[in-house]
């Protein structure tokens, strides 16, 4: 696995996810193992049903593991408050979801504008008195969507759409972006041109991204490919990868 000096931004330890009881049990993985190290940027892969989703949302403090320890930007989570959680959500985390989840009724640039809002952390702001809607033109004119501002979701592409998701998740300037199956409802060129929108920001913030995909291509941007199947996790073995 790739290592950094450092805290990483994840260190998970016999980390445990079972759902229901008795006849509904489900095992999903018992005694994970894993660092994921700042900045890294690492795809996830396995077949339907190994867990993926359910690690992201682990990882986005969006549901509890049954067992383990998981530890976050080296803060153990089981300890948290109520209050930690939730900041950890609106201020250290961003989210892209294979379907986009736009707010239908706001224009490209008020989804923006919204997501810097409602992020608490005035750090995330300009140090120039900037506003916000200054900034989400800023960004939009950056990733070549300023002309797609005033149009509603519904009026743009599937791979725009996907494009402004990750713009609105990374606006906040999280410290890890998880990402599940981004690039699942797209074509091979919208895909590539959302995931070169990814890359490049990931470079330019310096934020971890962890990514959970069915997309070999996709996998292949990452640093390296992790593949969970029952129970384990490991990372692929690929042959002349400097990186
Ligand atoms: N809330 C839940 N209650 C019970 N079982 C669940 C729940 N959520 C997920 N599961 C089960 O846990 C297992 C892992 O699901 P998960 O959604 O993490 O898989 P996945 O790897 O993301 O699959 P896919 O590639 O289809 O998205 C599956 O067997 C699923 O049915
Ligand atoms: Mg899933």
Aim: proline letters at 4%; charged letters at 25%; one cysteine or more.
């Amino acid at each position: 696995m790739v290592k950094a000096p450092g805290v990483p931004a994840v260190e998970a330890k016999n980390l445990t996810k079972i759902y229901g009881q008795g006849e509904s049990r489900v095992e999903v993985f018992q005694g994970l193992n894993f660092e994921i190290p700042e900045k890294s940027m690492i795809a996830l892969m396995g077949p339907s049903g190994s867990g993926k989703s359910t690690l992201l949302n682990l990882l986005g403090l969006m549901d509890a593991p049954t067992g383990g320890s998981l530890k976050l930007f080296g803060k153990e989570t089981s300890s948290m408050r109520d209050s930690e959680r939730s900041s950890y959500r609106a201020q250290e985390v961003g989210f892209v979801f294979q379907f986009n989840a736009l707010l239908a009724e706001f224009t490209v640039l008020e989804n923006l504008w919204l997501s810097l809002r409602m992020s608490a952390r005035k750090d995330s702001l300009p140090a120039d008195g900037c506003d916000e809607r200054e900034r989400a033109m800023e960004w939009l004119k950056r990733w070549n969507l300023i002309q797609r501002a005033q149009h509603l979701p519904s009026q743009i592409s599937g791979g725009e759409q996907q494009r402004v998701a990750i713009l609105r998740a990374l606006i906040r300037r999280p410290k890890i972006l998880l990402a599940d199956e981004p690039t699942g409802n797209l074509d091979k060129g919208s895909a590539e041109v959302v995931l070169k929108t990814l890359r490049d920001i990931q470079q330019e913030l310096g934020v971890c991204i962890f990514l959970a995909t069915h997309n070999e291509w996709v996998a292949e941007q990452a640093q390296e490919i992790w593949e969970i199947s029952p129970a384990r996790l490991s990372v692929r073995e690929r042959a002349g990868r400097g990186d």
